[in-house]
């Protein structure tokens, strides 16, 4: 059978052209079909009713069509401009003469003309291909007109029913599909059950099938989306991995921008307005799993782009601050790229939000205390209750997490200081969120804290201090401390921390050298006494024991001395390069007179402080935050070098 389609005066009609004129039209929606009435008759139940009663009906039909004809003509003798109108009737009239035409409506038909086509097909022994997107349709189709075995063998509802069981349901691709197809089919697919039917499918086998048919779930709508994941939560045999990855792929097949990198979305999936977008949204967050699970599927990345994508379409409150608890769980996975979420609220000035990013920071400080609190009353309970004590402390960041949230917080404060926007307690504030413990060094918030102070020229004192201050120079490498002791940038006062304390870390770093190679002779001296030390031996052993632990007791307190002695020298050479910093800030300042030849570096010192308390009330170490004094410590490093010598019976 071959089709052909024309424009009529009410609308779009198709013909089957087997020869034979048509003698029943179908109207389907704002489609007409002409076809016949016998190949129908005998496939569907309803179609056969519905002719049968217009057949009883039809003298009186015909009868009243030839008045309505009749007067018609005359009225068309007078007016042949409403004849030329009406040439569809003047056909009806001509078919009329050959055959009665009769006439039903199907204005509420499942799937509309292009599902009745295929019917018609069947009807007249065409082949149908049946599918995942048109079994639906067929089905609904089929139970609409009563095509079933009771009125004929081999019928489209016993087919369509076949094909979804055997194929359809079979595997969860297919059943996603056939799903999608039912949204438009309601409630006839909701009576049919095919609906819950699908849902099932997919819920049962979506642990066992391969992930490939993830993406499938993009073409679903929101509502039996839910129905989904649902029924996945509902049942026990579901695995987390696989109810989080159909909640990924649904919300990077609907949600657009989700991804910087990969800006895709499915051709098949819905063109949704920005209303509905947040909407969708709003259901993938509350689907998120309640526990923190293994990252490798809901990934920082994935949750912080939500994040993103949720201040871009103004979502809940409660949509963004789970999101944000959701992203602290995962904050160790993430990547500087990940954190910056730009501010797309007039509110704030800066260009990201960085209230944001110190609010999930936060978020995993508190989950890092509740776990610390967990494993701290651990041992208190019950043995009962051990198991779950340890199961809740098992989600705790580890050290190591929390070291690698420091260095990504250092490297967010790099990226946000050139922000001209950014006032300095905001930027003070998220860097001291951290606890020390989360910077093994503090080279990051130092490289921070430069870029801040190059893109703020102009900070008051007060506010380069406090900026300064979130840098603990006892922290620093090497080469961040030679950098930080030629910045111009830094403050006077930091930078003599910073020289104080590279200088103390080389004095531990000679101190450990002295030690190792002291120590290393000995102890293998020791190993070869115990490896050809006779069994019966024990009491000239503990005796050689008492001598060993005597003679490391007496190299201790030789190192002592050896480092008392550098601490006390090198603290004299920073007491004199403070003079000389006062005196070379006394000429600047035009405030100084001619230097007098020091007799000796104390008595200089002691002079020049007495000068210095004569011509200002506070001295240059309380401004500067100097607090260096040379009799101090000459006179602590004496006693202490004393009260080591005497316990160990030694003169200093």
């Known amino acids: 059978m071959s089709s052909a389609r024309r424009c009529a005066a009410r609308g779009q009609a198709w013909f089957c052209t087997t020869g034979l004129p048509s003698d029943v039209v179908f109207e389907v929606q704002d489609m007409s079909f002409h076809l016949h009435k016998f190949p129908l008759m005998s496939k569907s139940r309803k179609i056969h009713r519905m002719l049968m009663e217009q057949e009883e009906e039809h003298p009186a039909l015909r009868q009243r069509r030839r008045r309505e004809g009749g007067n018609a003509g005359e009225e068309g003798a007078s007016q042949t401009e409403i004849e030329e109108a009406e040439e569809a009737e003047e056909e009806e009239e001509q078919a009329t003469e050959e055959g009665h035409t009769y006439c039903i409506a199907f204005p509420d038909f499942p799937g509309g003309p292009g599902t009745f086509e295929t019917a018609a097909k069947f009807c007249y022994g065409v082949r149908v291909e049946l599918t995942a997107w048109n079994v639906g349709p067929l089905r609904c189709a089929a139970e609409y007109l009563e095509m079933t075995e009771e009125h004929a063998e081999d019928n489209l509802a016993a087919r369509a029913e076949a094909y979804l069981e055997q194929t359809v349901l079979r595997h969860p691709g297919e059943a996603t599909k056939a799903l999608n197809s039912c949204e438009e089919l309601l409630p006839h697919a909701e009576e049919l ?378 603290v004299q050479e920073l007491e004199r390069e403070c003079s000389s910093m006062k005196r070379a800030i006394k000429k600047i300042d035009g405030r100084g007179s001619a230097a007098a030849s020091p007799r000796s570096a104390d008595a200089g010192d002691a002079e020049e402080a007495a000068a210095d308390g004569s011509s200002r009330p506070a001295s240059w170490r309380s401004r500067y935050g100097c607090k260096f004094s040379s009799q101090v410590c000459d006179s602590h490093a004496r006693n202490v070098v004393a009260s080591q010598a005497s316990r160990m019976g030694m003169s200093p």
Not at 321 to 349: F, M
């Open 193 to 570: 059950g095919i609906v819950d039917r699908c849902v099932e499918a997919i819920a049962v086998l979506s642990s066992a099938a391969s992930r490939s048919w993830f993406d499938d779930l993009a073409v679903l709508g929101l509502p039996m989306y839910k129905r989904v994941m649902a029924a996945m939560a509902a049942r026990a045999d579901v695995r987390t991995e696989a109810r989080e990855s159909c909640l990924v792929s649904y919300a990077k097949g609907t949600i657009p921008g989700l991804s910087r990198s990969m800006r895709r979305r499915l051709a098949s999936a819905p063109v949704s307005s920005e209303v509905e977008q947040r909407e969708l949204l709003e259901a993938v967050v509350a689907s998120l799993p309640t526990v923190k699970g293994s990252g490798r599927v809901v990934t920082a990345k994935f949750l912080f782009a939500l994040l993103r994508t949720a201040h871009i379409l103004r979502a809940s409150d409660a949509a963004r601050a789970a999101l944000e608890r959701k992203a602290a769980s995962q904050l160790e996975h993430a990547t500087l790229e990940d954190v910056l979420i730009p501010s797309y609220s007039g509110a704030t000035e800066t260009l990201y939000d960085v209230d944001c990013v110190e609010r999930v920071v936060r978020h995993f400080l508190a989950e890092e205390e509740l776990g610390e609190a967990v494993a701290s009353t651990s041992a208190a309970i019950t043995e009962e209750a051990a198991a779950a004590a340890t199961t809740t402390s098992a989600s705790r960041p580890s050290a190591v997490a929390m070291v690698h949230v420091g260095k990504l917080v250092d490297s967010y404060l790099a990226e946000i200081a050139s922000d001209g926007n950014l006032k300095p307690a905001k930027f003070c504030e998220l860097a001291l969120a951290l606890p020390d413990h989360a910077r093994v060094y503090d080279d990051g918030v130092y490289r921070a804290v430069d870029i801040y102070l190059k893109a703020h020229p102009r900070l008051t004192a007060e506010e380069r201090d406090s900026v300064c201050r979130l840098v603990d120079c006892r922290k620093l490498t090497v080469e961040a401390c030679t950098h930080a002791a030629q910045n111009e940038r830094l403050p006077l006062r930091a930078v003599l921390q910073v020289l104080f304390f590279e200088q103390l870390q080389l004095r531990r770093a000679i101190t450990g050298t002295l030690l190792a190679s002291s120590g290393a002779p000995q102890a293998r001296h020791h190993r070869h006494q115990q490896q050809h030390r006779p069994s019966s031996a024990a009491a000239r052993h503990a005796v050689d024991a008492g001598e060993a632990w005597r003679s490391a007791a007496v190299q201790d307190s030789q190192v002592l001395l050896l480092d008392m002695d550098s601490t006390r020298n090198r």
